[in-house]
């Protein structure tokens, strides 16, 4: 596991931004998974960038999302599909059939997770997964657990989740409860893995998921594992990991 402490939160976004575009760069039809979140926009907004200087195209790219939440239609403003318009799709000259998100209308969950499972395998995995860390240690909606679910499934949000995330919402009432996810099995199926992660909140779990044990009870310390990772945090959230680094 490569890990970096970028000079500020700027620079962990143009550095996750470079290795995203030096990927496309050499496979432009490569598979991106792609992640939702507070810490992604500002590497989104150098894609665009990138993008509308014609330094990357996104014409043969295929996009996988981790999550998105059970019960809300893709046109809801905190449907994670919502997101990606906003953030890239919609700013980048992506084939919009070709990015993929889980099917959070619909509310058939072995069907919506079996066939992202099968989509993934038809386009021949994710080359590239691009991961957040939640402040529990979470990655997608993989939470807390006795044991790593292997794929794609619906998961209930626990508690410190849907208080994390309703800030976003009008109501702690209207966050939903459940979501679809990648499985730790899919993330860690994914040929290489870049993970961002921003902010003082972060960084006792930035030590504990990166230098601690690897445990189900920290989703994110499975990727330790991982034969390419990297995993670019701010000065903040690296503030308890420079002797370790
Ligand atoms: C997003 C996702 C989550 C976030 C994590 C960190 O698709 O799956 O695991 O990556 O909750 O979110 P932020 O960046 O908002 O702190």
Known sequence: MEFIIAESTEDMSRQAADRIASYVDADPSCVLGLATGTTPIGLYACLVEDCAAGKISFADVTTFNLDEYRGLDPEHDQSYRYFMKKHLFDHVDIDQARTHVPEGANPDADAVCAAYEEAIEAAGGIDLQLLGLGPNGHIGFNEPEDTFPATTHCVDLTESTIQANSRL??????????????????????????????????????????????????????????????VIVDPAAGELCRDLA
Not at 170 to 182: H, K
Not at 196 to 212: L, M, N, P, R, Y
Not at 217 to 229: E, G, R, T, Y
Request: glycine letters at 6%; aromatic letters at 8%.
């Open 169 to 230: 919402f009008d109501s702690i009432d209207d966050v939903p409860r459940q979501a679809y996810t990648m499985g730790i099995g899919t993330i860690m199926a994914a040929r290489s893995v870049l993970v961002v992660v921003e902010g003082s909140h972060k960084a006792e779990i930035v030590k504990k998921a990166f230098f601690g044990p690897v445990t189900p009870q920290v989703p994110a310390s499975i990727l330790q594992f991982h034969p390419n990772a990297t």
